[in-house]
């Protein structure tokens, strides 16, 4: 079965950076558009990132030039590299893959970014 796992959050000051991963299993990672989505205490779920089959990445206009995400195919892997960490930014980090229409999510990992 599909199996996504987040790892890398952590307790971070602002300014500093993270780097997180996406370990995915279970599908054919190479044809799966792959996201990063997050969810700070008493809001709502918001897109951060995703990174599609051939590369093309889009972002949230409130990570643009501090966030990256990338993908290794050969390790079935995702990555989003953050930098210039805003207290703004804590919250709970979920991978997402789509695959064949469907929307499969990790169980998230917990980034904090203290002032």
């Known amino acids: 079965q599909v199996q996504l796992v987040e790892s890398g959050g952590d307790l971070v000051q602002a300014g500093g950076s993270l780097r997180l991963s996406c370990a995915a299993s279970?599908?054919?990672?190479?044809?799966?558009?792959m996201g990063w989505y997050r969810q700070a205490p008493g809001k709502l779920r918001e897109r951060v990132a995703v990174?599609?089959?051939?590369?093309?990445?889009n972002y949230a206009d409130s990570v643009k030039g501090r966030f990256t995400i990338s993908r290794d195919n050969a390790k079935n892997t995702a990555y989003l590299q953050m930098n210039s960490l805003k207290p703004e930014d804590t919250a709970v980090y979920y991978c997402?893959?789509?695959?064949?229409?469907?929307?499969?999510w990790g169980k998230g990992t917990l980034v904090t970014v203290s002032s």
């Open positions: 990174i599609r089959i051939f590369g093309t990445t």
């Open positions: 997402n893959a789509v695959v064949l229409g469907v929307d499969y």
């Open positions: 279970g599908f054919v990672f190479s044809n799966a558009a």
